[in-house]
């Protein structure tokens, strides 16, 4: 029996699709550091050689800036700048909605720390009015109200990472909440 060509053409079809389907459902299997914060993960400092994870109580002053980090293989998910974290504590009477259930104790919150405006490191801290900026195009943002937009040109406030506390060290509660990177034009 020969094949026609419509039945090769078929063939050929379904297993490009095949193809491009496994390629679709898991483009994170190829390096695992590129994946995104996962429930159970531990945060670390990013600026450490000793990747150990932080406490409630490494959280206190300006933002600290960390990485998501499996807690067994101790795999830290360094591979995208869109896993950076950005955790800043709170005074928990001063969270508002959501943001109050997403934080750990005491009032540490986590966010991206990609401004979504052009992908630069939120890294200002404004102490007197406990917000969060930009220094590219100074866009600000609320920390104590799910980052949410204050002033500048971003769209879109920042990707929020929900928190809890397992033996006194800051966890992963949820992946992040939002969309990561920057907002289409």
């Known amino acids: ?19 491009a389907l496994r390629a679709a459902i898991s483009p994170a299997e190829a390096e695992p550091a590129d994946e995104r914060p996962k429930e159970g993960d531990y945060l670390v400092a ?13 959280i206190a002053g300006p933002p600290v800036i960390a990485w998501p980090m499996e807690p067994t293989t101790k ?20 969270l508002i909605g959501a943001t109050r259930e997403r934080a750990a104790d005491g009032g540490v919150v986590a966010y991206s720390a990609i401004c979504p405006h052009a992908g630069c490191e939120v890294s200002d801290w404004i102490d007197e009015q406990k917000i969060l900026e930009c220094p ?18 971003t ?17 992963v ?9 920057i907002a289409p034009a």
């Open 1 to 19: 029996m020969q094949a026609s060509r419509r039945d090769v053409f078929t063939v050929t079809c379904v297993l490009g699709a095949d193809a």
């Open 46 to 58: 990013t600026d450490t050689a000793n990747p150990d994870a932080l406490s409630p109580r490494d």
């Open 75 to 94: 795999l830290i998910r360094n591979g995208s700048r869109l896993n950076k974290v950005l955790l800043v504590r709170l005074d928990p009477a001063t």
């Open 136 to 153: 590219c195009h100074n866009s600000r943002y609320n920390p104590r109200e799910g980052a949410a937009i204050i002033d500048g040109p």
């Open 155 to 171: 769209t879109r406030g920042l990707a929020a990472l929900p928190l809890k506390i397992v033996d006194d060290k800051l966890v």
């Open 173 to 181: 509660a949820k992946p992040f909440i939002g969309r990561l990177g």
